[in-house]
């Protein structure tokens, strides 16, 4: 029967294969990356109007020492610097 069900309703086999309305880890706050990560911070930066886009800066290791107790700025300065930046995309429908 399910062959059956996916081939009348199309939308259920890419729920299924997706998961956008799952929303995952569970009961943690994605906002404060803090509590999670060592050396990283949330960012938004505003995309176009009505649009802003979340990100997570994480420094490496080796500045992590240097990263303890900095705020903001420190964070969005250490964008700019000699140092590559590596961006990575995710989500899902909870937290997209």
Same mark, same amino acid.
């Not at 309703?9 to 880890?25: D, G, H, R, S």
């Given at each position: ?15 299924? +294969?997706?998961?956008?309305?799952? &929303?995952?880890?569970?009961?943690? *706050?994605l @906002?404060?990356p $803090?509590?999670? %990560? ?20 994480? +420094?490496?290791?080796?500045?992590? &020492?240097?990263?303890?107790?900095? *705020?903001? @700025?420190?964070? $969005?300065?250490? %964008? ?17």
């Open positions: 029967s399910v062959p059956f069900v996916i081939r009348l309703f199309p939308i259920v086999l890419t729920k299924f +294969v997706f998961l956008n309305f799952l &929303a995952f880890p569970f009961f943690v *706050d @906002r404060r $803090e509590l999670l %990560l060592n050396n990283t911070v949330s960012l938004y930066l505003p995309t176009e109007p009505g649009v802003t886009v979340g990100i997570w800066h994480t +420094v490496p290791s080796s500045r992590g &020492a240097e990263a303890q107790g900095k *705020d903001r @700025r420190w964070y $969005e300065e250490a %964008l700019g610097d000699a140092h590559p930046v590596i961006i990575y995309l995710h989500g899902n429908g909870g937290t997209r």
